[in-house]
C-alpha cells in the first residue's frame, strides 16, 4: 500500500528526478479516486492512477516534463470518454509535481574542524554532497543523510570524478595539497562555484604560483579566496561554515527558475461545481 511514497523517497535520497502525479478532482465514473497518486521517472512508473490510457497519456506528460526540466507544477483535465478510449464517461483532473533532482551537487575537500561545522549545514540543503579527505579518522562517526563520505590516498584523483557544475570548496589540511586541488579544478573550469579557504595572503601566493604553470587572470578571477559572505565574521568554524554556506546559497538562488518557459501558464478549467469545491477546502 501507498508503494509512492517509498518510490518518492527513494528517488529524492538518489537524486534522481521524478514527477508525483495525483488525482485531484473526480467527476461521475472514474478508474480511481482523488488523491490517488503515482511516482513517474525517466525509467520507472510506482504505483497507478488506474491503468487504461489515462495512465499511458499521464506518463507521457510526466516524462516530457523530466525531458524539459520542468520545474513547476501542471495541471491538466481529462474527459474518460471514447476520445481517450476509456468507457468510465467521468472527468478527472490530474496534478503533475515534479520532483527534480537535487539544486547542487557539492564537493568539500577537508574533513577538518570547518568541514565538520560546514558539511551538516549543507546537507540540509537540497543539494548532495561528496566530502573527501585522506585521513578516515578525521570523518565523524554519523554521516548526515545525502553525504558521500569518500576517503581517498590522493584526493586530487576525485576530481576528475566530480559531475559537469559542481560547487567545490577546498579546505584541507595541507596548503600544498590545497594548491594541487585548486589546480585541477581550475583546469577543468566546468564548476559552478569554487572557494578556498584562506586569507587575501593566501590568494596572492597561489595566484602567483598558479600563473606560473600556465593560468590566466580569468581562469583564477574564478577562484573565491578568501570566500563567504563578508557580513557573517567571525574565526569560529561555525562562523566560517555559515558564511561559506550562504554564499552557496545565494550562488544557486541566483539561477534558480531561469529554465522554466516551459511551465503551463494557461488558465486552469474548473472540474467541479463551486459548492463542492468550497465544502472541500
Request: glycine share 8%; net charge neutral.
Amino acid at each position: 500500500m501507498y508503494e509512492w511514497i517509498n518510490a518518492l523517497a527513494d528517488h529524492q535520497r538518489r537524486g534522481e528526478p521524478c514527477v508525483l502525479v495525483t488525482i485531484i478532482e473526480e467527476r461521475g465514473s472514474t478508474p480511481r479516486n482523488a488523491g490517488s497518486k503515482m511516482v513517474v521517472s525517466a525509467g520507472a512508473l510506482h504505483d497507478t492512477i488506474g491503468g487504461g490510457h489515462l495512465e499511458f497519456k499521464a506518463l507521457h506528460i510526466a516524462r516530457q516534463m523530466l525531458s524539459e526540466r520542468r520545474s513547476t507544477p501542471h495541471l491538466e483535465r481529462f474527459s474518460l470518454g471514447a476520445s481517450l478510449g476509456q468507457c468510465c464517461g467521468g472527468a478527472t483532473v490530474l496534478l503533475f509535481e515534479p520532483m527534480l533532482a537535487v539544486q547542487a551537487q557539492i564537493a568539500v575537500f577537508g574533513a577538518g574542524h570547518v568541514g565538520r561545522a560546514l558539511v551538516p549545514l549543507l546537507a540540509a540543503l537540497p543539494c548532495q554532497v561528496r566530502w573527501i579527505d585522506s585521513r578516515e579518522e578525521e570523518f565523524p562517526a554519523s554521516i548526515p543523510e545525502g553525504v558521500q563520505r569518500i576517503v581517498s590516498e590522493e584526493p586530487v584523483d576525485e576530481v576528475a570524478a566530480l559531475p559537469p557544475g559542481c560547487y567545490c570548496i577546498v579546505m584541507t589540511h595541507n596548503h600544498a595539497l590545497d594548491l594541487e586541488l585548486a589546480a585541477a579544478l581550475l583546469a577543468r573550469n566546468d564548476f559552478t562555484w569554487f572557494g578556498l579557504i584562506g586569507s587575501k595572503t593566501k590568494r596572492v601566493k597561489f595566484e602567483h604560483r598558479l600563473r606560473q604553470r600556465g593560468f590566466a587572470d580569468p581562469q583564477l578571477a574564478r577562484m573565491r579566496c578568501p570566500m563567504g559572505i563578508a557580513e557573517v565574521k567571525g574565526k569560529l568554524p561555525i562562523e566560517i561554515a555559515v558564511s561559506v554556506a550562504a554564499e552557496i546559497i545565494a550562488t544557486y538562488n541566483a539561477c534558480f527558475g531561469q529554465h522554466d518557459a516551459a511551465a503551463n501558464a494557461g488558465p486552469i478549467t474548473q472540474l467541479l461545481p463551486p459548492t463542492r469545491r468550497s465544502h472541500a477546502l
